[in-house]
């Protein structure tokens, strides 16, 4: 969500909710490897808490954890919610493999989320759609920051699941757009009758 990154970036605005101190705590205990990682193979070496970036698409995070066995170098997103298919957790896997493959000068053609809720691992194939998704994103982030406008409120699903709401208010922003101007004229009639 523009608006959403526009409030975290922009304005400085951030709230926590049940979910997100949900992803605090599961998150910590990935990078501080308290609990077991689930491995894909024997003899897999794991970095956990990992700073990335990309020059080229301008984005840089953090990975949950990064596998690497026999040259082949797997990054690992962990979600507390149950994995969607085609979702923002696969955008977000395959751009931390993006950075990862700029940084180190490789190609890594694959991520993979960890799904809390179901204890499963789900992989996501970097295909030329999803990367060419990662490009259009950037760039429509890296503009919004670019500015001090705030952008329009969506008003879809995820605004149920999202922290932010209550200092979004994208119901009350759409009320209020539906909401004609006091100062136009309504009608094509002549204004100097």
Not at 149 to 163: G, K, N, T
Request: aromatic share 4%; glycine share 8%.
């Amino acid at each position: 969500c523009l608006r959403q990154a526009a409030l975290i970036h922009v304005d400085g605005i951030f709230a926590d909710d049940v979910r997100t101190a949900s992803g605090t705590l599961a998150h910590r205990n990935v990078h501080e490897l308290r609990n077991p990682l689930p491995r894909s193979e024997v003899g897999t070496r794991t970095v956990t808490g990992v700073p990335v970036w990309s020059d080229r698409l301008g984005l840089y995070g953090i990975c949950d954890a990064i596998e690497m066995s026999a040259g082949l170098v797997l990054p690992v997103e962990h979600k507390i919610g149950p994995y969607v298919a085609g979702g923002p957790a696969d955008i977000q896997a395959a751009a931390q493999a993006l950075c990862l493959g700029e940084m180190l000068g490789i190609d890594v053609p694959a991520a993979c989320i960890f799904s809390h809720a179901d204890r499963r691992r789900h992989h996501v194939e970097v295909t030329a759609t999803l990367k060419a998704r990662i490009d259009e994103l950037a760039t429509a982030v890296r503009a919004v920051l670019e500015t001090s406008q705030l952008p329009e409120a969506v008003h879809d699903r995820r605004c149920r699941r999202c922290s932010l709401r209550h200092d979004c208010l994208p119901s009350l922003a759409l009320a209020t757009a539906a909401v004609p101007s006091p100062f136009t004229v309504s009608g094509a009639g002549d204004l100097g009758d």
